[in-house]
């Protein structure tokens, strides 16, 4: 991870460099196990369910379910203070993995998302907005 103290700061690394990639080109990456099908977004070297090290990188469609929503009023870095207050959520991705990201406001556990993607101090984040409900 960086050295930022924001949990929705984008991870570094040579583990994480595929989700980085990603994030530059406005994707959504993750890892699958090709042992137990188990999905997971933080890059590891092994299967947090069955310990296998047969890792795949998928690209997810983006859209997902809120499960937490907070809003934080003061930033935990000099990097993310210009952002407060600003909403963090878990959102699981429709492909299984859950993903701490930012949100736009008003959005509520429960509701559909897509994920958007914004460029802040030099680093792509995801930012979470309410899905259109005829899309999905």
Do not use: K
Request: with cysteine; aromatic share 6%; hydrophobic share 45%.
């Amino acid at each position: 991870m960086t050295a930022s103290s924001d949990p929705a700061a984008t991870p570094s690394g040579a583990l994480a460099a595929p989700f980085v990639e990603g994030l530059a080109r406005h994707e959504l990456r993750f890892q699958r196990c090709g042992a137990c099908g188990a999905a997971q977004t933080l890059a590891r070297h092994a299967c947090t369910r069955c310990g296998s090290e047969a890792l795949a990188w998928e690209t997810a469609r983006g859209t997902a379910t809120l499960h937490a929503v907070t809003v934080v009023a003061r930033a935990p870095s000099d990097a993310f203070r210009a952002l407060a207050p600003y909403t963090l959520v878990l959102a699981r991705l429709d492909e299984g993995p859950c993903l701490m990201a930012h949100a736009d406001p008003g959005l509520r556990i429960g509701e559909r998302v897509t994920a958007g993607f914004f460029v802040h101090d030099g680093r792509t984040l995801v930012r979470f907005a309410r899905a259109d409900p005829v899309a999905g």
